[in-house]
């Protein structure tokens, strides 16, 4: 009698007992695999369930971070005013947490309430980046299992970037453009774009116009190249500042400088010499407006560095640098211009040194603050401008003794263009093998002897792309490398090591994944 009264109550509680089971999946806040690391997570062991009736309420202008959440979640959130729901997340400025600073944030997780606090909309975008992150995971009753809990979270340097060199192979705007998705996504907030090179002259400059015309025609290999015209570069520009991305210009001068003195003979070197690898690009249809009896060089294709240079000797040079660094100034918001200024391995010293104090004026006048490589330390620099440290201690040294901020970039350990190891398809190996591990584990502050975190703005990973000529080519060897160059940056310094890093990167594969990253997958990791 009991039995066959209860059962029905028997199995309905069972059943209730296995859902419920189901949805109180444990859920720790703390134990999620996010990247960069922040710097303090407090989870409360509770979960939100996002579901299509969960609501996004904020203000117009960050409805693109609004949609970013419902492209994660995939599922399309309605945007509500502000109001109580049952289920909803905010975007808040609040100056309530105004200690974290512009591109700091706070991301509270509770059972009805997901709330990103920042006071700038830099740390909107950041606290929404780490949400994003929370939502790669699988459904449960068609709901998103987000664990409950407190992040608070800001940057350990204020420069973290990458570098994009678009002269020796050209990507498309759309490439550009995903590229600052996937390096913002990972708090990244620098593209420095290597505009020009011996192989390839990228921007538009209205007022010489051959530059991009004819200098702009070929690339390493010899393929078709390609510029930006200043629309475009705007266009990056915009799509960049949505995303606290700054645009850093380079026009690397005095040397590899060839793609110019291939567009124009008023400012070629009479004494420019091929390298002996001898790519030449020509015969070219299109020579440089021609200057009087001055010839433009033949367009160059190999992968040999440091042999064309400026000249002062001509009239027109400073002219050309003028016009170039004005019209470039004008359309980039953001206050640097690189000049480059490496591996001028044919200019005299003398000239090298009149030639960045030169530069350093002009990008005075045009009320930027001028970066360059390294070497520029050998002229007359002061305070007011970053040198970028690649391969020299005594030149970055040298620049940090006369006052110059410093941009941390060691080619053996954040050249991304080098090669994992002997196996890797494509990249060069001149600096070193990098592997992942060889990449995420130093310290900005202490790779220099006399360099300390009071010269240092931050830490910049470049992708040079002598080798690397598509998107995909870029992902594989900047992923997964990049994101712990971003965490680097990020993440206080003593909060990380490479051995619970390696264990947080294998559990954040399916995210990268999610972004649709063909990454490289490193024996050194255990990928999920
Ligand atoms: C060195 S790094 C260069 C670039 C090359 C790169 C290749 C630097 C300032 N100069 O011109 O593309 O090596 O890894």
């Known amino acids: 009698m009991m039995n066959t009264l209860f059962r029905p109550i028997l199995i309905f509680s069972l059943v209730v007992f296995l859902v419920s089971c189901k949805n109180a999946r444990p859920t720790n806040l703390a134990a999620e695999s996010l990247i960069p690391k922040p710097v303090s997570v407090t989870a409360t062991g509770k979960a939100f369930e996002l579901s299509a009736s969960?609501?996004?309420?904020?203000?117009?202008?960050?409805?693109?971070?609004?949609?970013?959440?419902?492209?994660?979640?995939?599922?399309?959130?309605?945007?509500?005013?502000?109001?109580?729901?049952?289920?909803?997340?905010?975007?808040?400025?609040?100056?309530?947490?105004?200690?974290?600073?512009?591109?700091g944030y706070e991301l509270t997780i509770e059972p009805a309430s997901i709330i990103v606090r920042a006071i700038d909309r830099a740390g909107l975008f950041y606290g929404t980046q780490t949400l994003l992150q929370l939502l790669t995971r699988p459904r449960v009753d068609n709901t998103l299992q987000i664990p409950t809990g407190t992040i608070r979270d800001f940057p350990n340097y204020s420069w973290r970037g990458s570098m994009l060199d678009v002269s020796r192979h050209f990507f498309s705007v759309?490439?550009?453009?995903?590229?600052?998705?996937?390096?913002?996504?990972?708090?990244?907030?620098?593209?420095?774009?290597?505009?020009?090179?011996?192989?390839?002259?990228?921007i538009e400059i209205k007022s010489w116009p051959n530059l991009a015309v004819h200098g702009g025609t070929t690339q390493v290999g010899g393929g078709k190249g390609g510029y930006y015209t200043q629309e475009d570069y705007k266009s990056i520009v915009a799509h960049a500042a949505q995303r606290n991305v700054v645009i850093v210009p380079e026009i690397d001068m005095p040397s590899h400088i060839n793609s110019a003195l291939a567009a124009y003979g008023s400012i070629n070197n009479p004494d420019t010499r091929f390298p002996k690898d001898g790519a030449y690009a020509g015969p070219v249809e299109t020579r440089g407006i021609m200057d009087g009896n001055n010839k433009p060089t033949d367009l160059y294709t190999g992968m040999d560095v440091g042999w064309s240079t400026l000249s002062l000797a001509r009239p027109s040079t400073l002219q050309f640098v003028n016009?170039?660094?004005?019209?470039?100034?004008?359309?980039?918001?953001?206050?640097?211009?690189?000049?480059?200024?490496?591996?001028?391995?044919?200019?005299?010293?003398?000239?090298?040194?009149?030639?960045?104090?030169?530069?350093?004026?002009?990008?005075?006048?045009?009320?930027?603050?001028?970066?360059?490589?390294?070497?520029?330390s050998q002229a007359n620099i002061d305070?007011?401008?970053?040198?970028?440290?690649?391969?020299?201690?005594?030149?970055?040294?040298?620049?940090?003794?006369?006052?110059?901020?410093?941009?941390?970039?060691?080619?053996?350990?954040?050249?991304?263009?080098m090669q994992y190891d002997s196996t890797t398809r494509i990249g060069l190996h001149w600096a070193a093998y990098i592997e992942v591990d060889d990449c995420y584990n130093w310290d900005p502050a202490t790779r220099v002897q006399g360099i300390t975190r009071d010269n240092i703005m931050g830490i910049e990973a470049p992708v040079w792309t002598e080798t690397i000529v598509n998107m995909a080519d870029i992902e594989y060897m900047a992923f997964p490398r990049l994101i712990g160059v971003a965490e680097i940056g990020w993440t206080p310094t003593e909060a990380r090591t490479w051995d619970e890093y390696k264990v947080r990167l294998g559990k954040h594969a399916p995210h990268l994944q999610k972004l649709g990253i063909d990454f490289y997958r490193s024996p050194k990791v255990n990928w999920e």
């Open 323 to 376: 016009d170039v660094i004005r019209e470039l100034a004008e359309i980039t918001p953001g206050p640097y211009f690189h000049i480059g200024g490496d591996e001028a391995h044919v200019t005299k010293k003398e000239d090298y040194i009149k030639f960045i104090n030169h530069f350093s004026e002009i990008v005075k006048a045009n009320n930027k603050q001028m970066i360059g490589w390294e070497e520029i």
């Open 383 to 417: 305070g007011n401008s970053i040198a970028q440290h690649w391969a020299s201690e005594e030149h970055a040294k040298a620049a940090a003794a006369k006052g110059a901020k410093i941009i941390m970039s060691p080619s053996k350990k954040v050249y991304l263009d």
């Open 174 to 202: 759309a490439d550009v453009k995903r590229y600052i998705d996937l390096i913002s996504h990972y708090k990244m907030n620098v593209l420095h774009l290597h505009l020009t090179d011996d192989q390839g002259w990228r």
């Open 54 to 103: 969960t609501v996004l309420v904020l203000d117009d202008e960050y409805k693109m971070l609004g949609d970013s959440i419902s492209a994660a979640a995939g599922v399309s959130l309605k945007f509500e005013q502000e109001g109580t729901y049952k289920s909803a997340i905010y975007l808040k400025i609040d100056s309530a947490v105004a200690e974290l600073g512009r591109e």
